[in-house]
């Protein structure tokens, strides 16, 4: 396999996607380890990374993507490998159940919709933005509980509930993502919502969506869990919340500030903050 095609996988960007399949795991009654590991796999080693690939090899992007500063130029390797990776994760995904397998045959599909020509969602920027934070949020979230054998638990309201908190964070985090690349995709004809808003508005957005989710998710596990959980999850985020301000401060002196590294920055911090708390929820 080609070296390019390795990094167009972009493996470590799975670890930006991690605090879904987390919480999600920590929601449920109880865990089958064997069964939550399988699907940790399947969803970070295959089919995150082939979605990644996927939307790679049409983007053919020049300038930073995430977690890549500088991509190497995609071959046609990367989409037969994008290709083959989904399918190896829907085969095997059967062995949990079909509605886990189909759930991924739907989220790869849809993946495929957001980055195709034919289609691109990613041109589209109210539906590209509802698309991304439902599917990487709220399905997903189900996803994982499907897999783990919890079908009957679906509907049950703090299931949906955890399920449209992980949609709302993604509303709030996934402009951020589109922040440093204005130039490139308005270049590609791509009109994101950070796009549509500008830099600073990009940052007042995710703003509101970030007070917002805060306010829901203290309301959250003040219900369903107890009021120092709800501390301990707003105390965890605290680092995001002042390199967020730190980095909105020099973004409005400068606006090449809103760059490649200050935006991977600010995820690695969010992520890591997330995947720690929803760690410690799930072994609590």
């Known amino acids: 396999m080609k070296k390019s095609t390795i990094v167009h996988l972009r493996f470590p960007f799975s670890f930006f996607l991690l605090p879904v399949f987390l919480f999600a795991a920590a929601c449920l009654p109880e865990t089958d380890w064997l069964k939550l590991a399988l699907i940790f796999v399947l969803l ?28 190497p130029k995609v071959t046609k390797e990367l989409y037969y490998v994008s290709w083959v990776m989904d399918v190896i994760a829907i085969v095997i995904g059967l062995v949990l159940s079909w509605q886990f397998a189909a759930m991924m045959l739907v989220y790869g599909l849809v993946s495929k919709a957001y980055s195709h020509p034919s289609i691109r969602l990613k041109k589209r920027p109210i539906i590209g933005w509802l698309t991304a934070g439902v599917f990487q949020g709220y399905f997903t979230f189900m996803m994982v509980c499907v897999g ?137």
């Open 44 to 71: 970070h080693f295959f089919l995150y990374p082939a979605s990644n690939g996927y939307n790679s090899y049409y983007d053919k992007d020049e300038g930073s993507i995430g977690g890549v500063k500088v991509p």
């Open 148 to 284: 783990m054998g919890y079908q009957s638990l679906l509907f049950s309201p703090m299931l949906q509930w955890a399920g449209l908190l992980s949609t709302l964070l993604l509303f709030g985090s996934y402009p951020m993502t589109q922040v440093y690349q204005h130039e490139e995709d308005a270049r590609r004809g791509d009109i994101t919502l950070s796009l549509i808003l500008g830099v600073l508005d990009t940052f007042h957005f995710t703003a509101v969506c970030f007070s917002i989710s805060m306010a829901l998710f203290y309301w959250f596990f003040t219900t369903y869990f107890s009021f120092t959980m709800a501390l301990l999850f707003l105390v965890s985020l605290s680092p995001v919340l002042i390199y967020f301000g730190y980095w909105y401060l020099q973004v409005r002196r400068s606006q090449e500030q809103a760059n490649f590294e200050n935006t991977m920055r600010l995820n690695l911090v969010s992520s890591a903050c997330l995947n720690a708390f929803f760690t410690w929820l799930l072994l609590y």
